[in-house]
C-alpha cells in the first residue's frame, strides 16, 4: 500500500478528518497526503509549514526546553483551532524527522484519533 493510499485508509476511519498528510518536519515537505474533498498543493505545503512550526519551530524549541526531560526532548504533539477546523500536528520520536498532520472537526473522537495517528506515525517511520 502507498503512503497516500494508508493516509486515505486512516482518514477514513474518522468521519471528522478531512485532510492527512505525512511530512518532513524538519523542511516541512509534503511526502503524501488524503483530503476528504479536492486541495490544493499549496494547502498541504502551508499545513505542513504549520506544523514544522509547532513542533520544531522557535516556540516549540522554547517550550520543549522548559518542559523537557531530556536535551533531546521536542513537542510530541501540537494543535491549532480555527474557523478551518481544528489543526494537528503529531511528531515522531527523534531522530526521525517525520509528523502526521491533519485537520479534522470539532466532533471528532480526538482522543482516539491521536492515539490511532501515533501507532501510524510508527508504523510509517518504521517501514520508511
Do not use: Y
Not at 57 to 80: D, N, R, Y
Amino acid at each position: 500500500m502507498t503512503i497516500n493510499e494508508e493516509l486515505t485508509a486512516f482518514r477514513s476511519q474518522f468521519p471528522g478528518c478531512s485532510v492527512m498528510t505525512f511530512a518532513d518536519a524538519s523542511t516541512g515537505m509534503v511526502l503524501g497526503a488524503s483530503a476528504a474533498v479536492r486541495t490544493t498543493q499549496e494547502t498541504l505545503d502551508a499545513l505542513c509549514l504549520e506544523g514544522r512550526d509547532a513542533v520544531s519551530g522557535q516556540l516549540a524549541q522554547a517550550v520543549s526546553a522548559h518542559f523537557a526531560t531530556s536535551a533531546q526532548s521536542l513537542i510530541g504533539v501540537a494543535m491549532h483551532a480555527d474557523a478551518g477546523g481544528i489543526k494537528c500536528f503529531v511528531r515522531a520520536p527523534l531522530p526521525a524527522p517525520e509528523m502526521l498532520c491533519f485537520v479534522a472537526g470539532e466532533n471528532t473522537a480526538f482522543d482516539d484519533l491521536l492515539n490511532a495517528a501515533k501507532g501510524l506515525l510508527t508504523r510509517l517511520v518504521s517501514e520508511g
